[in-house]
């Protein structure tokens, strides 16, 4: 008799599929975990009853485990934004350093562009979404050719980040609202 457990499993399945994170191999596995531990609580004499109150008590609110495996979520987005923040930032001082390359416009229009896109995409952090983005440039700079005109390049990315960290939030509260 799974009565608590299949009640709490499409509970769960309803918070997980609220928040985008629906998957029947996790569910498949919750349950696993689930009946493991009333069949531990049975093993100490509890009533089947008792083991799957425990066990449920003991493995949270399917609103509380479907909040955890959605912060995981977005943490994990979080160190993709920023790895690609980095890898940006590195190809934009990669290619400013060619010798054939002279268009500082474009430059600092890409440093403005991807940090902006990226924070409008989600990334929580834009101080150091700019750091990630704009500061090869000038540590480039300033090893080879002692130039500190180049922490520009920062002042420009701090503005692309929090621009478009604030487009994000508008547009969130704009939404919210309506």
């Known amino acids: 008799m799974k009565n608590h457990i299949q009640s709490y499993l499409r509970s769960l399945e309803w918070e997980l599929w609220l928040r985008g994170l629906s998957d029947h191999d996790r569910l498949a596995e919750i349950e696993d975990h689930l009946l493991e531990s009333v069949e531990q609580g049975l093993g100490r004499g509890l009533s089947r009853e008792q083991a799957e109150q425990e066990a449920l008590k003991r493995f949270g609110s399917a609103r509380l485990v479907s909040s ?13 934004l920023l790895a690609v923040a980095v890898l940006s930032g590195l190809f934009i001082a990669y290619v400013d350093s060619r010798p054939t390359w002279d268009d500082t416009g ?62 994000r939030i508008g547009i969130r509260k704009t939404f919210k609202t309506a």
């Open 68 to 80: 955890t495996f959605e912060n995981e979520r977005i943490n994990l987005m979080q160190k993709i």
């Open 106 to 167: 474009i430059t600092v229009g890409a440093i403005l562009l991807v940090c902006g896109l990226i924070a409008l995409l989600g990334y929580r952090r834009p101080w150091l979404l700019a750091l990630a983005v704009a500061s090869w440039l000038p540590l480039y700079e300033i090893s080879t050719t002692h130039n500190f005109g180049s922490i520009i390049a920062l002042a420009v990315g701090f503005i692309g980040a929090y621009g478009g960290w604030a487009f």
